[in-house]
DNA sequence: TGGTTTTCCTACCTGTTCGCTCGGTTTCCC
DNA sequence: GGGAAACCGAGCGAACAGGTAGGAAAACCA
């Protein structure tokens, strides 16, 4: 009589970090613009192939970024898309804060804008710290990571095997 | 004829790490939980009135965080909640992890479930590196955060004022 | 001048999650 | 047995996620 077998943990499978489709995205294509910085603009359409990407949603997302002033475009036949500026000046951060808005918050604030009390009182101070941790590592530069040149730090956390295993 | 007064960036005020209203009460109960070890059970009521808390909200919250191992309870007149182990084995990844999943995915999957090509490949690294970083900071036990000890490493990263300024 | 190519824009759609609320059912202790 | 709690599940409105569809506007070509 074991139906219990499926029982506690009730399936929420997000995450808090969740990095989504569109964030993820907006990243791979500025990679590829990044890659192809002074080659001339790339098409949405090429951009899309090759990091496998439904284009139209990619639009979007190129829209976006255009908005945010990361990217430059042209119409027409030879047309397409690059960045505004030198990859090296462009973080991930930036990236992500342009398609998707600011890297942390809590209960939809930003962290500043909250208080606690009691013996949740340094629990600000724990967003904070998180928030600058998070800042630091997407502080990493479109051109450092297309080249796959990660800084010491990065490459220090991802170093340790613990760091690959889930939970 | 400005209209444009509020144009580009259409306000996507989501935040890539976000810290749900579930997971910031879930840490801010046991936070209360862990202040009060070793004098008794709690009630749901007090906790949710000492922190501002919806009360048949948080007792779900609760009931996740027993069903997860994380607190224990008891009915009845003088019922109550508190907390599995000692308040210096938990931490508040344990809880927010409890409540709400892993901490860090990438378009619904973990890190290590994804591959990249091209000019991302090493995307999969930085992932790695955030989450590993992430972890880091939320490793902190309950019992320093509630006592307001947090570790040297922690502190530091807040101390940065710029820490505190947004974008 | 017209045709092609590409970006650009607006609207829509389906499913899921968030943050709750409501109403009851057990279990515990006195 | 009577209160006081913890438990359980359903439901609900709003927002978001991850797209799709269809066309208008610009740049270039012949």
Known sequence: MRIDADRGAAVRNNARMRISARADYAVRAALQLAAAEDAGPLKAE???????ISHKFLEGILGDMRRGGLVQSQRGGNGGYWLARPAATISVADVIRCVEGPLVSVRGERPPDLSYTGPAESLLTLWIALRASVR???GVSLAELA????????VALADDPEAWTNP
Do not use: H, T
């Open 147 to 154: 080249a796959a040149k990660l800084p010491a730090g990065i």
């Open 46 to 52: 090429a951009i899309a192939a090759d990091q496998d």
């Open 136 to 138: 630091d590592v997407l």
